[in-house]
Structures are given as C-alpha cells and as structure tokens.
C-alpha cells in the first residue's frame, strides 16, 4: 500500500502549486484523506483533510481561504491540494495520508489517527 505525492516545487511569494496525492495497492474509498506539512525544525501540522465522500472539509486556519483540498468522484485514490496566493511560511515538506472511516463524513486533523502516509514533496516558497 502507498500514498505518493507529487506536485512541489519552487514557486514566488503569491503564486499557485497544486499538489497531488494518489494511492496504490488498496482502495481508498472507505478512507479520509488530509494534508500535513512540516517546515525545518518544526513539528507536523495539520493543512486540510477531507470525507471519504469527498462531501466535508476542513483546513487550518492558517491557510483558510487560500487552499483548497479536493477529491474527484471517479477517483478516490486521488487528492489534491490547490494552495494559491502562497505566503513564504507556507515552505515546508507537504505530506498526504490516510484514515479509514466508517462514515461518509469521517476525516481526522490529527496526525496519529492516520493508518498511511505518503513520503513528502517539497514546497518553497521565495520572497
């Protein structure tokens, strides 16, 4: 089973990235997805997670109203994150992971809930 995430880069201060996240080796229907990211010397932290149904979100506020969490109907082995207008503390280590729910809403901002993970993209950001 894996998650591999794609999509980081090197963007200016403002721009846009679009990462993604597809999975492999199992279904993932039944699971909610989230982002997580961690900066150097820093400590993981929850960006976004959404339903297995893909029908509920929820994002950080550090990063509401500018990044947008998705997963297409025909495809829930994949998520994306849409991050526009990208602040320089937005550089950090981009991971996506897994969650299994027994509900259609179910999706989980905490890191230990998560059953995979994915190995990271990076993302930075320059002034």
């Known amino acids: 089973v894996q998650l591999q995430a794609s999509g980081g880069g090197l963007v200016q201060a403002g721009g846009s990235l679009r990462l993604s996240c597809v999975g492999s080796?199992?279904?993932?229907?039944?699971?909610?997805m989230a982002w997580f990211r961690q900066a150097p010397g820093k400590e993981r932290e929850f960006v976004a997670a959404?339903?297995?149904?893909?029908?509920?979100?929820?994002s950080a506020d550090s990063v509401k109203g500018r990044f947008t969490i998705s997963r297409p109907n025909g495809k829930k082995n994949t998520v994306y994150l849409q991050m526009n207008s990208l602040k320089v503390e937005d550089t950090a280590t981009y991971f996506c992971?897994?969650?299994?729910?027994?509900?259609?809403?179910?999706?989980?901002?905490?890191?230990?809930?998560?059953?995979?993970w994915g190995q990271g993209t990076l993302v930075t950001v320059s002034s």
């Open positions: 959404i339903s297995r149904s893909g029908g509920v979100t929820d």
């Open positions: 992971a897994a969650r299994f729910a027994r509900t259609s809403y179910g999706r989980s901002v905490n890191p230990d809930e998560h059953d995979y």
């Open positions: 080796g199992r279904s993932f229907s039944s699971y909610g």
